[in-house]
């Protein structure tokens, strides 16, 4: 397969800080499982939820990616749009990043590489963890639709009987790989 083939372009995974770190640490297992490789950027505030949220440690969230980039480092090969994606999913996104993303003035890596996405017109979805939301949230999710991003808020499906608190998870994230073109093992789906 050419390396630029679309199965072979990387899918960049954002954590940002907001509650829900499982649903991009899901969607690094995820990708894994489904030999698409990952580009990883974590913000710091993700790394203070993951210690709240999980038992899991940084590293051990680093390893479950294929490239790991710097919070900090605008320079990594996501910031441009000359590095080809198959774009690029936030999981979980904070009202914070979802606001630097659309009003386009970016203070991280996270939020230049979904910039980035939008400006190369490639696919960029955001799994906003926030509730209630007001008129303000509204309206930058409204712009961002406008941008063509996706907004993907994680809800969960209960037609699907789940069991457990990782059957929701994985199906929000089964469904978000489905925006991508990618057929997540097990989802279950509406019959």
């Known amino acids: 397969m050419p390396p630029d083939s679309p199965a072979s ?23 894994r499982a489904l030999g698409v490789p990952s580009h990883l950027v974590m913000s710091r505030s993700a790394e203070v939820t993951l210690a709240h949220e999980s038992r899991l440690k ?25 590095f ?4 690029m999913v936030v999981a979980p996104c904070s009202v914070r990043t979802m606001s630097e993303i659309a009003s386009g003035v970016t203070a991280s890596l996270l939020t230049r ?8 017109r490639r696919r960029l979805v ?9 008129t303000g949230h509204l309206r930058t999710m409204t712009a961002l639709s406008e941008m063509g991003a996706v907004i ?40």
């Open 9 to 31: 372009l990387p899918l960049v995974v954002g954590i940002s800080g907001a509650s829900g770190v499982i649903y991009g640490i899901r969607m690094l297992m995820a990708l």
């Open 58 to 82: 940084v590293a051990e969230v680093q390893a479950l990616a294929d490239v790991v980039h710097a919070p900090a480092d605008i320079a990594a090969a996501p910031s441009s749009g000359s």
């Open 84 to 87: 080809r994606t198959l774009g």
């Open 113 to 120: 590489a979904a910039d980035v996405t939008l400006k190369e």
């Open 126 to 134: 955001l799994m906003v963890r926030e509730t209630p939301l007001h």
């Open 152 to 191: 993907a808020p994680p809800v969960p499906a209960f037609y699907t009987a789940p069991q457990t608190l990782e059957d929701m998870v994985d199906h929000s994230v089964g469904r978000v790989l489905d925006l991508f073109g990618l057929d997540m093992a097990g989802l279950k789906r509406w019959r």
